[in-house]
């Protein structure tokens, strides 16, 4: 890749890399240059810029991230995650469903090593994820990764079969058999089967069976054969009500004259060292250490959430849980692991945009009809539009009705959306957004930004929408996204939830324009098709649409 001052005259197609402002415009950072912003730069008496240009052996950021993010799932089908549209050289992988992150560190590390252009971040590995949560996140560091580089990184990424996966917690029977002793209260026993019970809702664990008996390995022996003979349990826990110290002691002990076999005893888990597990038949047993018993997280959880994700657990997995496995509070760690055993996610979420479809005007330029209720290859002009939204990674859809509400939702059936109506439609579109804006409010969802998109653009597509999902970080000023082709802006447009009282004190037809010239320092442009900037207004544009269906 060739990175150098460059003259403007000789600078299209290569990519900016300092936003640079031409009089009122500023033109972004990795914007490749067309010969209109040429011109424009020119027109100001801009000489020259800095910039990237390809050179044979580069592949784009972008199309070099979206390429190593798809390798690192091999030929898996169902990796339990989605990949972000790429945006300044990022991909995300995002969960699709509670479970444990599979991560071949080896082949990880083996893949970061490869060259300095490449890299991969992820989760700790084995770590409980939730749905929308960001597991991993492919960034290319330059405008461009050398083709050679690349394509080692996606070969040690095959390789792996996966490198990156999320095993899914399994629909598991669990039978808990609790020991006491004379002296043992039986609150203590309701309060363990309490905590293990909201411990195993987490992992879509089922309680099967409990029993109890006293602590002694006979009375405990009979107790397990009696369990197993009578529901077979896929995970057998046993509480002791003192705590095992030794391979011989009653739980070990009774676990093999029940017919079962000790694999392993101790953990370099803290809390979490005196666990014991064995196998009964093809069911794991553990005997819990009694920090089990209490919420907080401990080694027990660690060897639980595997085994709830059907990822086998060995003699040799349990001894490797040293490193990161001190999670003892002690008064030099800033901030102590004092949470559920299941904490929230750690690390960062794919954004939750809630779109917001406007489609209440009264299509005055198009004659009597209703342009969003007309067809176009089949379906409503406003259903293309809706499905387009549902299909992509929107948080959730809010539809806003206003002139010929009745015929409009009667074209949104079977979209799962909220349709909310706009009285006062007639006064221009600030008052949909108004409408909208408060609605979503007013539902208390939990969201990060709006998508505010016409139901007049029948050419949208999902990856558009996702282009524009993929650009927001308020973090790292990116708080307003707007999709772009070829230079020019269009729609739809999302903003932070934080501007939403400024967006709904916009006027009039002018939408959100003046909120975005007066916040242009927190713009962002996406890359994006054509879709985006074509909407029907007139019987000639849908004429033209219908002709140009299909194609």
Same mark, same amino acid.
């Given at each position: 890749m060739i990175f150098d001052t460059t003259p403007v005259s000789d600078a299209e197609g290569a990519i900016l890399a300092h936003s640079t402002r031409a009089g009122?415009?500023?033109?972004?950072?990795?914007?490749?240059?067309?010969?209109?912003?040429?011109?424009?730069?020119?027109?100001?008496?801009?000489?020259?810029?800095?910039?990237?240009?390809?050179? *044979?052996?580069?592949?784009?950021?972008?199309?070099?991230?979206?390429?190593?993010?798809?390798?690192?799932?091999?030929?898996?089908?169902?990796?339990?995650?989605?990949?972000?549209?790429?945006?300044?050289?990022?991909?995300?992988?995002?969960?699709?469903?509670?479970?444990?992150?599979?991560?071949?560190?080896?082949?990880?590390?083996?893949?970061?090593?490869?060259?300095?252009?490449?890299?991969?971040?992820?989760?700790?590995?084995?770590?409980?994820?939730?749905?929308?949560?960001?597991?991993?996140?492919?960034?290319?560091?330059?405008?461009?990764?050398?083709?050679?580089?690349?394509?080692?990184?996606?070969?040690?990424?095959?390789?792996?079969?996966?490198?990156?996966?999320?095993?899914?917690?399994?629909?598991?029977?669990?039978?808990?058999?609790?020991?006491?002793?004379?002296?043992?209260?039986?609150?203590?026993? *309701?309060?363990?089967?309490?905590?293990?019970?909201?411990?195993?809702?987490?992992?879509?664990?089922?309680?099967? *069976?409990?029993?109890?008996?006293?602590?002694?390995?006979?009375?405990?022996?009979?107790?397990?054969?009696a369990m197993d003979a009578a529901h077979r349990p896929d995970i057998l826990l046993i509480a002791g009500a003192s705590a095992i110290t030794d391979r011989r002691d009653v739980i070990p002990a009774a676990i093999e004259a029940a017919g079962g076999a000790v694999d392993h005893f101790g953990m370099p888990v803290d809390p979490g060292n005196l666990l014991l597990f064995g196998r009964l038949g093809p069911a794991p047993v553990i005997g819990m250490p009694g920090c089990a018993r209490s919420p907080k997280l401990n080694g027990f959880d660690w060897v639980l959430q595997r085994l709830a994700a059907d990822i086998p657990v060995t003699k040799r997995d349990i001894m490797l849980m040293g490193a990161g496995g001190l999670l003892k509070e002690i008064e030099t760690r800033p901030q102590p692991r004092s949470g559920p055993s299941t904490p929230e996610p750690t690390g960062q979420s794919e954004p939750r945009a809630q779109a917001l479809l406007l489609a209440a005007g009264r299509s005055t330029r198009m004659g009597a009809q209703n342009k969003l209720t007309l067809d176009i290859d089949g379906r409503p002009m406003v259903r293309r539009v809706a499905e387009v939204l549902r299909d992509s990674r929107i948080a959730g859809l809010t539809v806003v009705t206003g002139h010929d509400a009745e015929a409009v939702t009667a074209a949104l059936i079977g979209i799962d959306a909220a349709i909310v109506h706009n009285p006062d439609f007639a006064e221009g579109m600030s008052t949909s957004l108004k409408t909208g804006v408060g609605a979503l409010l007013q539902a208390g969802d939990d969201f990060d930004a709006v998508l505010i998109c016409l139901g007049d653009m029948p050419y949208l597509t999902t990856d558009d929408v996702n282009g524009v999902i993929a650009g927001f970080n308020p973090l790292e000023g990116r708080a307003i996204c707007i999709p772009c082709h070829q230079g020019k802006r269009g729609n739809p447009i999302l903003f932070d939830r934080a501007l939403l009282g400024l967006l709904s004190q916009a006027e009039g037809d002018m939408g959100a324009r003046r909120l975005i010239a007066e916040h242009e320092e927190v713009v962002c442009e996406t890359r994006a098709g054509p879709g985006v900037l074509t909407d029907i207004d007139t019987p000639d544009a849908l004429r033209a649409a219908r002709e140009n269906s299909g194609r």
């Open positions: 009122p415009t500023k033109l972004k950072k990795g914007r490749i240059l067309s010969d209109q912003d040429i011109a424009l730069l020119q027109g100001y008496g801009v000489e020259s810029v800095i910039a990237a240009r390809l050179e *044979d052996d580069d592949v784009h950021e972008d199309a070099a991230a979206v390429r190593i993010a798809e390798a690192l799932s091999g030929e898996t089908s169902a990796p339990g995650y989605a990949l972000t549209a790429p945006f300044t050289g990022r991909v995300n992988l995002i969960a699709d469903h509670d479970g444990v992150a599979v991560i071949d560190t080896a082949a990880l590390d083996a893949l970061n090593l490869v060259d300095e252009a490449v890299t991969v971040a992820t989760v700790p590995a084995m770590e409980v994820v939730r749905p929308r949560q960001m597991i991993a996140t492919v960034k290319i560091i330059p405008f461009a990764a050398p083709e050679p580089a690349l394509a080692e990184c996606a070969a040690i990424a095959r390789a792996a079969a996966p490198l990156i996966r999320v095993a899914p917690f399994r629909a598991k029977s669990v039978g808990f058999i609790q020991t006491n002793l004379p002296d043992t209260k039986p609150s203590i026993l *309701d309060k363990t089967t309490r905590v293990l019970s909201d411990r195993m809702t987490l992992l879509g664990l089922t309680l099967a *069976d409990e029993r109890r008996c006293a602590h002694e390995p006979g009375a405990l022996a009979a107790t397990v054969r």
